[in-house]
């Protein structure tokens, strides 16, 4: 299997925890998401989508990291990302999908490019726009998670799940980008959680092949 990948992207980066879950090697391919020619060649040569990460086995190309993560899971059910029960799984994947659908999006690349070169804003305003839906979305996701009777040392019980490989990398960049976080202690704790799980620790953007 390939894995194309950023190695600060936090979609690829959720993709990389979730093939450490399950215990599934893949070769990575690097495409550079700042650098002007790497993504516009891959975007022709590779995926028409033109986003990471995408994964290539003898399925051919999978694209999205909540689709990725879903294959993974039906095509390798052990150890799973998904809890039993109809309920249990909606909400994990209502987790995970906060995240992917709901912050995310706002707080992409390519909005905070648009935002600061199509549209004008300098630099302050484009981080004061991360920050806000960052935080926002933070603050929905938490007392989401707090509320729901269903989190454990994770977001559902006490085992790692598609929702925790979401929750991850967006408090990296979060951190990354000073957002203010005290406010989420559910979510911290549970990052702290899986800080100490190997399948987290090697999924880190420091220590991929290309990382700067």
């Not at 993504?39 to 028409?48: E, G, I, W």
């Not at 998904?82 to 390519?110: F, K, M, S, T, W």
């Not at 925790?164 to 990354?176: E, I, K, S």
Request: a negative charge; glycine letters at 6%; hydrophobic letters at 45%.
């Amino acid at each position: 299997m390939k894995l194309y990948s950023y190695f600060r992207s936090s979609a690829a980066y959720r993709v990389r925890i979730a093939l450490n879950l399950k215990g599934i090697a893949a070769e990575q391919q690097a495409v550079h998401l700042v650098k002007p020619d790497p993504l516009p060649a891959f975007r022709r040569d590779v995926s028409p989508q033109g986003l990471i990460p995408a994964i290539e086995d003898q399925d051919g190309l999978i694209v999205q990291s909540v689709a990725i993560m879903e294959y993974l899971e039906e095509r390798q059910p052990d150890p799973p990302l998904l809890p039993q029960g109809l309920a249990e799984r909606a909400y994990v994947r209502a987790a995970a999908l906060l995240v992917a659908c709901d912050i995310h999006p706002l707080a992409n690349l390519r909005v905070l490019r648009y935002l600061k070169h199509e549209l004008g804003h300098d630099q302050d305003e484009v981080d004061t726009w991360y920050r806000h839906w960052v935080e926002d979305g933070l603050g929905r996701l938490e007392a989401f998670v707090a509320g729901s009777g269903r989190s454990g040392r994770f977001v559902h019980g006490d085992a790692p799940s598609m929702a925790d490989c979401c929750l991850v990398p967006q408090l990296f960049n979060a951190r990354r980008l000073n957002c203010a976080i005290d406010a989420f202690p559910t979510l911290l704790a549970i990052d702290a959680e899986c800080a100490g799980l190997e399948a987290f620790r090697q999924a880190h953007p420091s220590v991929q092949p290309d990382a700067e």
